[in-house]
């Protein structure tokens, strides 16, 4: 699944799932690149430690998270009320970088977690909030050490997929995948190193 001739002939690997589609691009950005951004947002995002309630006790999210976009575009998700902070140059450039591959998007927000090391997680769990209404475009952007991703289906969790996400490595999901799959960072104890994923969306107000 080739993509435009004027970007240094990227490509991204396609995977039609039951239920969804999902592209996965390795070289999204060079190594020097994924570094240099991974410094840069490292030490300038606003990373909230946030909590969650679970059975009435109140636990520190196994990750660090911030939210930027555009003003007005609030979201909620497992109970935590996120307000944007502006576009840093940053942030907005990799936005229209990644929306040269997907023409038909216009992504309002983004959704950054720190993974500081192994021992930070995301839980199984599907990009499906009512803000990002009706088979939502997800882009997701990895920078900082490689972690692995977890895809499995609803109604047949013995449909699964696995992908080791190196720095510069983009994922798209589109479609149905947000009502028909979970996706996971799973626990990596072996992995000191930290990351950050960047999910770029679309709210609909």
């Known amino acids: 699944f080739s993509q435009l001739e004027n970007n240094n002939k990227k490509e991204f690997e396609r ?13 999204f950005l060079t190594e020097i690149e994924a570094l240099n951004y991974f410094k840069i947002l490292n030490s300038t995002i606003n990373w909230r430690q946030e ?22 575009f609030d979201y909620s998700y497992s109970g935590i009320n996120c307000r944007p902070e502006p576009w840093t140059e940053e942030l907005l450039h990799i936005k229209l970088e990644i929306e040269k591959f997907l023409p038909n998007e216009n992504f309002n927000s983004v959704l950054l977690n720190l993974y500081r090391n192994g021992n930070d ?5 599907a990009d499906d909030e009512k803000e990002l209404g009706l088979n939502p475009t997800i882009a997701s952007l990895s920078i900082g050490a ?22 510069g490595s983009l994922i798209i999901m589109k479609g149905a995948l947000q009502h028909n799959w979970l996706h996971q960072i799973p626990v990596q104890k072996k992995i000191n190193e930290p990351r950050i994923n960047l999910t770029f969306r679309t709210i609909k107000i």
């Open 15 to 27: 995977f039609s799932l039951e239920g969804g589609e999902l592209l996965f691009m390795k070289n």
């Open 51 to 72: 909590e969650i309630k679970y059975y009435g006790k109140i636990y520190p999210v196994p990750r660090k998270t911030a939210w930027y976009g555009y003003e007005g």
């Open 121 to 125: 997680k995301v839980s199984w769990h």
């Open 146 to 167: 490689t972690r692995r991703f977890d895809l499995k289906h609803k109604d047949y969790p013995e449909l699964q997929y696995k992908f080791e996400l190196t720095p």
